[in-house]
């Protein structure tokens, strides 16, 4: 803590004035003296506790800020509602390196975004950094808070999957066809829309039992792949999908390994993917309503058979589908 010049510690003391300045005779108040110097002591300390509150950052007890769900583990999305002391022209962030942008609640006066954690992080505290524009005085604010992040317990089963050799073994043209789809995903599935497109919850694609889920070991053909990036949903060819949220189609192709292949962009880097699909109900650049179909199951692609993959994908990471379902949103 740093004191004026004219306020040093070391002249905060208890001292009385020399004797020889007192009248011939005269014998010195205690009463009055203490009565003096506390006085100067009360001043000084007061001093000391504004200097004490100019140092702390303004206004950070009096910022709400929450996660649901509260214990956040690694492949899981998350909810982040922040209730700032005063009113805001704007709310943006950072989480696990990745540039967050809020939208405002007026009703319940919280800014909120979704966002994830991809299923390589490793358990510990992970800080939200937060920076807020002023709208009363046009200043910025800079607000960080921790959350823990646990490990997530997911099945450990391995899945024996025979396929058609050309998924396994391509040849040169095959190869060509695996090399195109793969610029594809990669020009259209890291881009990020600031503006949000979804509302209220996700929902299931399709009324069905579930084949498989996130984050199982599969193996092809004896050969062990990366864990299973989604959920399978066990349907006939021809079965209805619907997309899990209101977006706008970003993709609507058949590739290599995804056969019929849907992606919706839901806004703040939140895709829903649709593979295997046997036709398409939508175009690119088509807006859709969530619950609208977007096309019909199929077996297309990679795939041991007629079923449905969903995907969740959050700025370039795999989300758990079912856990976002699962989590109610504004």
């Known amino acids: 803590m740093s004191f004026p010049k004219s306020l040093q510690p070391s002249q905060i003391m208890w001292r009385r004035p020399p004797f020889a300045k007192l009248r011939a005779g005269s014998r010195p108040s205690l009463r009055g003296e203490a009565r003096r110097y506390s006085a100067t002591t ?4 007061a001093i000391c506790a504004s200097l004490l509150a100019a140092a702390l950052p303004a ?3 009096t910022w709400t800020i929450q996660a649901r769900p ?7 999305p998350v909810l982040f509602q922040v209730k700032p002391p005063a009113k805001l022209d704007s709310l943006s962030g950072t989480w696990l390196g990745h540039q967050l942008t809020f939208s405002y609640d007026a009703s319940t006066k919280t800014w909120f975004t979704l966002a994830g954690v991809s299923i390589e992080t490793t358990p510990g505290k992970y800080p939200l950094e937060l920076t807020a524009e002023r709208a009363a005085t046009k200043t910025s604010l800079a607000v960080t808070h921790t959350f823990a992040v646990a490990r997530a317990q997911y099945p450990q089963i391995k899945v024996e999957l025979t396929v058609e050799k050309k998924f396994t073994e391509p040849t040169p043209e095959q190869q060509a066809q695996i090399a195109e789809g793969v610029k594809i995903k990669q020009d259209y599935l890291s881009r990020v829309t600031p503006a949000r497109e979804w509302d209220g919850s996700f929902t299931a694609p399709a009324d069905a ?3 498989d889920v996130f984050g199982s070991q599969r193996i092809f053909n004896g050969k062990a792949q990366s864990p299973h990036q989604g ?3 066990r349907v006939p060819t021809g079965t209805p999908v619907a997309a899990m949220n209101a977006g706008t ?8 390994y995804e056969g019929g292949f849907v992606v919706i962009d839901h806004g703040q880097g939140f895709l829903t993917l649709y593979l295997h699909l046997s036709e398409f109900k939508v175009k690119e650049g088509d807006q859709v ?17 007629p079923h449905l993959h969903v995907a969740v994908r959050w700025q370039g990471t795999y989300l758990d589908p079912a856990r976002l379902i699962q989590l109610p949103l504004p």
């Open 59 to 61: 206004s950070a007890a």
């Open 231 to 233: 959920l399978d949903f």
């Open 249 to 256: 189609v970003l993709l609507a192709r058949f590739l290599y």
């Open 289 to 305: 309503k969530r619950g609208q179909i977007v096309g019909l199951s199929g077996g297309t692609g990679r795939a041991t058979g």
């Open 70 to 76: 509260a214990r956040l583990v690694n492949g899981a």
């Open 209 to 211: 039992a579930i084949s």
């Open 42 to 45: 009360v001043a000084a300390i």
